[in-house]
């Protein structure tokens, strides 16, 4: 079964700092990923997907098939990236735990 | 079109009785999930249809839950006899089968069982 990991539960910054999500994952063949994100009162949506290689928001996440993971990261967090971030295996239904992202003035 | 929607947004029951939720995907959509999420967890999948076949059940949907996808479009989660560890966010999301598979979620249902 595909699974992810996500191995931290709360990640605090301040705003400007360079921030890392980190998610693992943890089956064979070649994976396909995603970051949803949840923001405050908001609905969970997609934030970006491994196969597009895009940055949404300033956030990029490279698949690394020798570490087994797909991080996300962003040079510079700002207040309004605050939010539950989750990794998610495309075509499985298994989401990561997920991580709350504060981001501090 | 505005996206999916749920309904009731929250529903407040006693322990015993029974309650549905109705989730109304993106119209162009044939997949369709429901996720229960209680707090600090992430979604824990429940199930999902392709059209009007539901192709995959979690082993977390007892079988006090119940969902139905009777036309290809809306679904319906019931829950029989509930219980207060019932309590949850109801989640459904839908997605087209185009290769990406982006999940749309819609609102919720909050689910209070005293």
């Known amino acids: 079964a595909q699974r992810v990991t996500q191995p931290e539960k709360l990640l605090s910054v301040f705003k400007g700092a360079p921030v890392e999500l980190k998610c693992n994952y943890s089956y064979s063949g070649s994976p396909e990923l995603f970051w949803y994100v949840q923001y405050s009162r908001q609905r969970l949506q997609l934030l970006l997907r491994?196969?597009s290689r895009e940055s949404i928001k300033g956030f990029t996440a490279d698949l690394n098939k020798g570490e087994t993971s797909f991080h996300l990261k962003k040079p510079f967090a700002q207040e309004e990236d605050s939010a539950m971030y989750y990794c998610?295996?495309?075509?499985?239904?298994?989401f990561g735990a997920g991580t709350r992202l504060t981001v501090k003035p | 079109d505005t996206g999916v929607s749920q309904n009731p947004r929250h529903k407040i029951t006693k322990r015993g009785q029974n309650v549905t939720f109705r989730c109304d995907p993106i119209?162009?959509?044939?997949?369709l999930y429901w996720y229960r999420q209680t707090l600090g967890q992430g979604p824990e999948f429940l199930t999902y249809?392709?059209?009007?076949?539901?192709?995959?059940k979690s082993r977390l949907l007892s079988d006090r839950f119940s969902a139905e996808r009777p036309k290809g479009s809306f679904s319906t989660l019931e829950i029989q006899r509930t219980e207060q560890g019932d309590s949850a966010m109801y989640l459904c999301?839908?997605?087209?089968?185009?290769?990406?598979?982006?999940?749309?979620f819609g609102p919720g249902t909050r689910l209070t069982v005293l």
């Open positions: 119209s162009e959509h044939n997949r």
């Open positions: 998610a295996p495309h075509n499985d239904m298994r």
């Open positions: 999301a839908s997605s087209l089968r185009d290769g990406t598979d982006t999940q749309y």
């Open positions: 491994h196969i």
């Open positions: 249809f392709q059209n009007e076949a539901q192709l995959e």
